[in-house]
């Protein structure tokens, strides 16, 4: 009997460390073996595996627009706090309409005078006083923009981290080069607008540095500046048809949804370079802290850290297999070729979905659960950018051909070759975007929204706080003439 109860005894001590060794093995050789088969696949499609393959050439500072000293200046953090640039906090965006175009120099005017009540020629004044400090910091970044390339100063920390310290020099640089240029398009000066415009361009050309996601939004925020300059001046009519044709040129090499998809890839290869301490970084989103007392918060927070110090080695190669697969989804399905497809989300959306319903998937594959929800986001805005650069661009061709023959075109293909190369497809789901003329110079120009339908051309329904890339349609905005503000 004593031995029957022995027995027993080493059994029950036995075969739950014989389950837990097995639960361990078998989790962390599946994980492993996905992971090979995910890695097998990316080196299969050429898909970089490593940070080096991202990483900008070193090139000789004499070519190197970032080693200029205004640049080194505005990349020192206490200089920030003290240069002019970072002085002046301009308002956002006014509504497109007649009052709201005028209240942009006004709003303007007010960051500088606060209590300003003039019209559009004084608040212009006040505007180029208040930048005037501002005015040697631009001039030196006019002269470094000569420089033909830009190899910002990276430094790559371990793992998913990147310190970028130059995307909001950058973007502050722009806001105040629009502003700029917003007081030259209602001076009727386009030469000052479209060197702004061009300098800006430049600027944003090599700012996705490496290309990530944080770096493609900035990238877009700085087209957005530019765009808005083209918009103003073909509402002004100051662009002569050499600087349409300039600005045509400018906007035909920039590429903000190729911008996302090198983005997605850098956002991979970042997190496959050091999944530990992502991995590590996550632990905080899984801590359930009971405040009733300090022993339950003690005790909450233990068992929180104790749960994921003892989750198996293989999930975290699992992680990084469902992260390539779920990223590589997004270069293969939803953006195909030059094109998105909003409709491919949908089966994505439902795995997702799945995978965060399921407390175990998601303990078992964090960062793939919460990190590439912020792709959606980023994508909407990056269509968004791509299309009004398209837009733009027909603008443009529009314009120059009511010049040439006193109407404007009564088909978009009307266009090609003779005011642009090739007529741009709509970026959602690649067709044709919508024209309609209205009358001998007025037209209603706009590519299809996120939903991928045909809304009429009707912008209505974006939410305040995402943006304009949330709503209908994605419309060129033909803004109204302001009042001509009196030329320096």
């Not at 909003?342 to 979905?353: D, I």
């Not at 009004?388 to 040439?404: G, Q, S, T, W, Y």
Request: aromatic residues 10%.
């Amino acid at each position: 009997m004593k031995r029957v109860l022995l027995l027993l005894l080493a059994a029950a001590f036995i075969f739950p460390l014989f389950g837990i060794a097995a639960f361990y093995g078998y989790e962390n050789w599946a994980g492993g073996m996905a992971w090979k088969k995910a890695e097998a696949s990316l080196a299969a499609a050429g898909e970089p595996l490593s940070i080096d393959v991202l990483r900008p050439k070193p090139i000789p500072d004499a070519e190197n627009m970032a080693a200029a000293p205004v640049f080194r200046e505005l990349f020192t953090f206490y200089n920030q706090r003290r240069t002019e640039l970072y002085g002046l906090r301009l308002p956002p965006p006014a509504p497109i309409s007649a009052a709201g175009q005028t209240s942009v120099l006004v709003a303007l005017a007010r960051r500088f005078q606060a209590d300003f009540s003039g019209d559009s020629a004084a608040a212009a004044r006040v505007i180029l006083a208040g930048l005037e400090p501002m005015r040697p910091m631009l001039d030196a970044i006019q002269l470094a923009a000569e420089r033909p390339d830009a190899v910002w100063p990276i430094k790559y920390e371990r793992g998913f981290a990147a310190r970028i310290p130059f995307l909001a020099p950058l973007k502050r640089t722009a806001e105040v080069l629009a502003a700029r240029a917003a007081v030259a398009v209602a001076e009727q000066q386009p030469a000052r607008a479209l060197s702004d415009f061009e300098l800006i361009m430049r600027l944003s050309r090599d700012t996705n540095q490496p290309p990530i996601l944080v770096g493609c939004l900035a990238q877009q925020t700085m087209l957005g500046y530019a765009l808005d300059i083209v918009r103003d001046g073909l509402a002004q009519g100051v662009w002569s048809e050499d600087d349409l044709a300039r600005i045509e040129i400018e906007l035909s090499d920039f590429h903000p949804l190729n911008s996302f998809r090198e983005s997605v890839r850098g956002e991979r290869v970042l997190f496959l370079a050091n999944p530990a301490l992502v991995n590590a970084r996550a632990e905080s989103l899984f801590t359930f802290i009971d405040f009733r007392s300090e022993t339950s918060e003690w005790i909450t927070s233990t068992l929180c850290r104790v749960a994921w110090m003892l989750r198996p080695s293989g999930w975290m190669d699992r992680d990084r297999a469902s992260y390539s697969t779920f990223a590589q989804d997004w270069l293969s399905l939803v953006i195909h070729k030059d094109f998105v497809r909003p409709w491919a989300l949908a089966e994505w959306n439902t795995r997702m979905s799945a995978m965060r319903r399921s407390p175990v998937e998601f303990f078992r594959t964090p960062v793939t659960a919460i990190a590439l929800a912020t792709f959606m986001p980023v994508a909407r805005s990056s269509s968004y950018t791509q299309t009004r650069v398209d837009l733009a661009r027909l603008a443009c061709a529009i314009e120059r051909c009511k010049r040439a023959l006193g109407h404007i075109p009564a088909d978009l293909e009307d266009l090609a070759p003779r005011w642009i190369d090739c007529i741009p497809r709509d970026v959602v789901a690649g067709g044709r975007y919508y024209y309609r003329p209205k009358d001998p110079s007025a037209y209603l120009l706009y590519g299809k929204g996120w939903n991928a339908r045909d809304d009429g051309g009707s912008s209505a329904n974006a939410n305040v706080l995402l943006g304009p890339s949330t709503a209908d349609d994605w419309v060129w905005e033909a803004a109204p003439r302001w009042p001509r503000a009196a030329a320096r």
